[in-house]
Each structure stands twice: as C-alpha cells, then as structure tokens.
C-alpha cells in the first residue's frame, strides 16, 4: 500500500474499546459485568478466612473513573507509537487494581470489584497493539521501498494533488543522499557501547529523514548511517530547491549535534569525536520498477548519470566541503544557492568529464563579495590548469589559501594534482579534465 494514503490513527481502536467497555460496564446489558464480577467475588470469599462478613461495595464508579484515567495514557502512549509502554501501563494498572481488591478484602472486609475494569484495560492495549499495522503512517514511513508491481508512485503537484506514475517508468528525479563520513572509525569512539552509537546515530539520523519527508521526498534507502531522498519532478515543482534546501537544514543540523555532543561527553582520556555528514546532489532521469527476489517485489531506483547523488556523497570528503553537486542540480537553482566549481574530472575511461560543485549556500551567500570572488579565482584557477599555466595556477590556489575560512583540502588536492600533471604532461588534445587517480 503506497504509504501516502489514508488509514485509521493508531489511537483509535484503543478509544473505542475503551468506550465500549465504560458503556458495558456502566450499562451492564443482560447482567454479563455483574456475571463477570461474581467470579472474582466468588474467588474473594474462597480465600477470606477470619470469619468477619464481607461487605460489598458497588465500584462502577470507580472503575468508570479508572478506565477514563488509565485510557488517556494508552491513547496518547499508542498516538506518540510507544508501544511497549503503553503494554507496561496496561499490565501493570490491571495488576494494581487486582491486588488492591485483594487488599481491601484481606484487611478492610469489603469486596471491591476490578475485574471488569483490568480486563478493559487489557483488551484495549491488545487491540490497540494489533492495529498498529492499520495506522496512518507518518513521513518518517515513507518510502519507495517495498512497492508491489501493480501499485503506483505518487508524484506530488501543486495544482492537481498527487499524480500517480507507473513503476517502471523513466523519471524526474532529484536525489539526495546523506550519510556519515567514517562511520567505524567513529564507531570506535563508543567501544563497548554499542548502545550508544546506537542513539547517537537515531538521534541525528532520524530527524534528518523526517525532515525530508516533511517536505515532499521519498526515501529510497536507510541503512542507520546513511540515507537517500528523492524528490519527484512535477509540474511548477521546485524539486531541485527542495533538494538545495534540505542539505542547507541537514548541514545547521550536523553543527547542533557537534555542539550537543561536546556538552555531553564525559570529560577523560578519550577526546569527542567530530561528527562529519558527505551530502550528494543530483538531479536527471531515473528508472524505477520493481525486481522479484525470493518472492518479493522492492522498487528498483537506479539514476541514468553515472554522477548520481550516491557517488557524489562519497567523493564530499575528497573535497572538503560537506555537500557536493552535479553540473545538472547547479544549471538549475544556481542564481538561488552558492555553488562553487571545485573539480573536473572523468569518472571512468571513455566517458564524457563531468564539473563538480561545492552547495556553499543560499542567494545571501552567492551575493556576498567573499563568495564572488572565490568562484572568480576557481574559474581562473581551472583555466590555468586547462591551459597547463602550471605556476600560474599555483600563485592563484596561494591567494585562495589566505582568504578566511577558504577549503585548505580542496586546494592541497588540486596542488597535488598539478605536481602530477607536471611529471606526467597531459596529451596535446586534452580537455582539462582529470582521468587518472593519484596512487
């Protein structure tokens, strides 16, 4: 079921139990709560053995009032998808109402009945627990993945509302992918505490996914320490600015939970690690179907560039820069956000070269006389390496390292790469762009 459409709360089931049975009990039809009641009397009297006359007191009230109190925390427990506590609560409530009847017989000699309300209170987070799967599915839950062969993707417009698209149709895509740069070199950091890398990586990870969702992508793959977004290509749809946004969001994110980290890490031998996000942009055409393994149908997303935002997140760190984007995302939102060129390069032999950017930031930024310059001395620095000015592209990267804040990684790269050049010269129809990977 494409988990856009409409369900039942999760909440609800569990509301209406409980009103079913303040109803019952309060109503008592054909004398089955009195019936019920007498059981646990009955059992009540078998083992009170001082001899002193029970007294019995009508507890409809009381059990009303129980049932109205403990079935506001289940149904809050159930809309906020806590689950086992809500099971916790019940148990645990029908349990004290039992051993307080227990208790007042014992020393007060007054049958006190609860049977009716525990039982309630039980059926209800039973029902409650086995509706789950019925519940309308929040952002979070959104996903491409496990989509069945007949069933459609849905492409939001602003005009018409969603526009079901076949699977196994070209589409218009712009992906997002996000993940954490040297994940098991920070998962050393929580050696023993597996736990905590654990809510570490929720912490971060999981506002980051909601928040794409939020805002119109579809996520196409989680794996706890990394995640992709799309955003489907609609009529008058923003989906490249979407995309340009959410890095901008995920990057303030990243520098928040760096701070929070630092506040909370003990204090001892063992230094804070820096948390540290590679973010890829692309946007074009993508397949999508759907492939049969063992029975099962998951969609199949796969984008036509080879520059997709997969590869791009991975090459990030190579950069410096926390967010990297293909020629095609940057042609379309460039006078919107900050883009520097910060490569040109072939990814595989054979094949047309590619420019890569750096999403610097918003139209603040790309106005900002700091940022017009950098990119005026990028576009003379690749200039000069394309006309194998060799020196001249140093002096121009040496002005660069001395203006604040500027991308010392990115330069040492192109530094080196200029010392390779020179011992290995390029042939005489060389395009500029880089083919062979320093060893």
């Known amino acids: 079921m494409n988990s856009d459409e409409t369900s039942i709360p999760g909440w609800l089931p569990t509301l209406v139990t409980l009103a079913l049975a303040i109803a019952f009990i309060a109503t008592d039809p054909a004398g089955l709560a009195s019936r019920f009641a007498a059981l646990e009397l009955g059992t009540f009297r078998a083992l009170h053995t001082n001899g002193t006359p029970l007294r019995v007191v009508d507890s409809v009230p009381a059990q009303i009032l129980l049932l109205e109190t403990t079935g506001a925390a289940l149904v809050l427990l159930f809309a906020a998808r806590q689950l086992k506590w809500a099971i916790g609560v019940a148990v645990v409530t029908a349990l004290v109402a039992q051993l307080s009847s227990l208790l007042f017989c014992a020393h007060l000699n007054v049958l006190f009945d609860t049977a009716n309300a525990s039982a309630a209170v039980l059926f209800a987070a039973i029902v409650g627990l086995l509706a789950q799967p019925l519940r309308k599915k929040s952002p979070r839950a959104r996903t491409m993945a496990g989509l069945r062969p007949a069933e459609t993707l849905a492409v939001k417009t602003e005009s018409s509302g969603p526009a079901p698209v076949r699977a196994g149709e070209v589409l218009l895509l712009t992906s997002l992918a996000c993940g954490f740069r040297r994940a098991s070199a920070l998962a050393r950091f929580f050696e023993g505490d597996a736990a905590g890398f654990m809510r570490l990586t929720e912490s971060i990870m999981a506002p980051l996914i909601d928040d794409a969702a939020s805002h119109g992508a579809w996520i196409s793959r989680f794996d706890g320490t990394s995640f992709s977004a799309q955003w489907p290509a609609a009529r008058n749809g923003p989906h490249a600015d979407q995309a340009c946004d959410a890095a901008g969001r995920m990057i303030v994110a990243l520098g928040k939970a760096n701070e929070r980290l630092v506040q909370q890490w003990p204090q001892g031998e063992s230094p804070c690690p820096v948390l540290e996000f590679g973010i890829g942009l692309s946007t074009g055409k993508h397949l999508a179907g759907s492939v049969h393994v063992q029975g099962r149908a998951e969609t199949c997303l ?8 997969e590869w791009l997140c991975s090459l990030s760190d190579r950069y410096g820069s926390a967010a990297i984007a293909g020629e095609a995302i940057c042609a379309a939102v460039q006078r919107d956000y900050a883009f520097l060129e910060v490569d040109f390069l072939a990814l595989d032999p054979g094949t047309e070269p590619v420019r890569l950017y750096a999403l ?24 000069s390496i394309r006309a194998r000015q060799w020196e001249k592209a140093r002096g121009l990267i040496a002005q660069c390292r001395k203006i604040s804040g500027a991308n010392q990684k990115l330069y040492d790269l192109h530094l080196a790469r200029i010392t390779w050049y020179e011992r290995t010269p390029p042939p005489s129809d060389w395009d500029g762009a880089f083919r062979t990977p320093l060893q």
């Open 302 to 309: 796969v984008a036509e560039d080879a520059a997709g935002a």
């Open 360 to 383: 610097l930031g918003n139209a603040l930024v790309r106005a900002s006389p700091k940022f017009r310059a950098v990119a005026t001395f990028h576009e003379h620095i690749f200039q």
